[in-house]
């Protein structure tokens, strides 16, 4: 495996979303899987509906929160599409599902697994590059506060709340990170970015991660 | 300067600024004792962002809405043979 690994850099991954005033970053982590395992698969990079899961994913529950598992399972086995965002914008809030044709432009779910890595974050780093970006559920109560650097402390692992997507790693330095994209806009954090103290299962980013192929 | 900076309007009454000020210095006493572990090279460092006139309840009811199951143990190629 490679010291360093950014999908970015291989021009896969969508800019830094801002999901506002709505819990809805399980559907903002599995769109931004999907279209950037569509993009690793040498598609153009495309940004796909995040309204759309919102709306229409009656398994979960709009802007008052969801599972990206259970967001996954329905893209799979509904066979819905994803079409463009600009076909279907984000609003904030849940509305009534839009239907389109089976002939529509759009993006389906071929698979998807679910693992947890704890104790095993290399085969995590494994996955990563093999798969694309990951769809990761970590604890991210301190993240109320937190403005830029490694977090590397007082990050527990004891009660996932929020779904964020692991785009690269960087074993390069002293202190060995992921690389994690978050739906709070770019005036949060690194530039919309968190990075996270790799081993340890800090956040426990380990702990349930998805990986999708379209 | 943080309401200019995320452009926070709050009510007439001064009832809401008042409430936001105290979530506001809370997230400052939040700050210090976070950043009391930052000594390590290229640790996280914790202050004033777009969060921080929202109580530590209010966060977690709007963002921290996600579950995320259990879910099996990876079992992939480091274990195959």
Same mark, same amino acid.
């Given at each position: 495996?490679?010291?360093r690994?950014?999908?970015?850099?291989?021009?896969?991954?969508?800019?830094?979303?801002d999901?506002?005033?709505?819990?809805?970053?399980?559907?903002?982590?599995?769109?931004?899987a999907?279209?950037?395992?569509?993009?690793?698969?040498?598609s153009?990079?495309?940004?796909?509906s995040?309204?759309q899961?919102?709306?229409?994913?009656?398994?979960?529950?709009?802007?008052?929160?969801?599972?990206?598992?259970a967001?996954?399972?329905?893209?799979?086995?509904?066979r819905?599409?994803?079409?463009?965002?600009?076909?279907?914008? !984000?609003?904030?809030?849940?509305?009534?599902?839009?239907?389109?044709?089976q002939?529509?432009?759009?993006?389906?779910v071929?698979n998807?697994?679910v693992?947890?890595?704890?104790?095993?974050?290399?085969?995590?780093?494994?996955?990563l590059?093999?798969h694309?970006?990951?769809v990761?559920?970590?604890d991210a109560?301190?993240?109320?506060? !937190?403005l830029?650097?490694?977090?590397?402390?007082?990050c527990?692992?004891?009660?996932?709340?929020?779904?964020?997507?692991v785009?690269?790693?960087?074993?390069s330095g002293?202190?060995?990170?992921?690389?994690?994209?978050?739906?709070?806009?770019t005036s949060?954090?690194n530039?919309g970015?968190?990075?996270i103290?790799?081993?340890?299962?800090?956040?426990?980013?380990?702990?349930c991660?998805?990986a999708?192929?379209? | 300067?943080?309401?200019?900076?995320?452009?926070?309007?709050?009510?007439?009454?001064?009832?809401?600024?008042?409430?936001r000020?105290?979530? =506001?210095?809370?997230?400052?006493?939040?700050?210090t004792?976070l950043?009391?572990?930052?000594?390590?090279?290229?640790?996280?460092?914790?202050? =004033?962002?777009?969060?921080?006139?929202?109580s530590?309840?209010?966060?977690r009811?709007?963002?921290l809405?996600?579950?995320g199951?259990t879910a099996?143990?990876?079992?992939g190629?480091?274990?195959?043979?």
């Open positions: 495996l490679p010291t690994f950014d999908w970015r850099d291989k021009a896969v991954v969508a800019p830094v979303q999901q506002l005033a709505c819990g809805s970053c399980w559907a903002f982590s599995v769109v931004g999907v279209q950037s395992a569509r993009a690793v698969g040498g153009p990079l495309q940004q796909l995040v309204q899961l919102l709306d229409c994913s009656f398994t979960n529950n709009g802007c008052g929160g969801g599972s990206p598992t967001a996954l399972s329905w893209l799979q086995q509904t819905e599409k994803l079409v463009a965002a600009a076909e279907y914008p !984000y609003q904030a809030e849940a509305r009534i599902c839009r239907f389109f044709s002939t529509h432009r759009g993006v389906e071929k998807f697994t693992h947890s890595f704890r104790g095993q974050e290399a085969a995590m780093m494994a996955q590059v093999e694309g970006p990951l990761v559920v970590v109560v301190s993240w109320q506060d !937190y830029g650097g490694i977090i590397q402390h007082h527990s692992s004891q009660w996932p709340n929020h779904a964020v997507l785009v690269g790693y960087d074993t002293e202190v060995p990170y992921w690389i994690v994209q978050n739906s709070w806009g949060w954090g530039e970015y968190v990075y103290k790799m081993g340890g299962d800090i956040c426990g980013i380990a702990d991660v998805a999708v192929s379209v | 300067t943080f309401r200019k900076t995320f452009h926070r309007l709050y009510g007439g009454s001064g009832d809401e600024f008042t409430r000020l105290v979530h =506001f210095q809370e997230a400052a006493v939040r700050h004792h950043n009391s572990f930052s000594t390590e090279p290229q640790s996280a460092t914790y202050g =004033f962002n777009q969060f921080s006139d929202l530590q309840e209010e966060f009811g709007i963002y809405q996600a579950t199951g099996p143990p990876f079992s190629p480091l274990t195959e043979g």
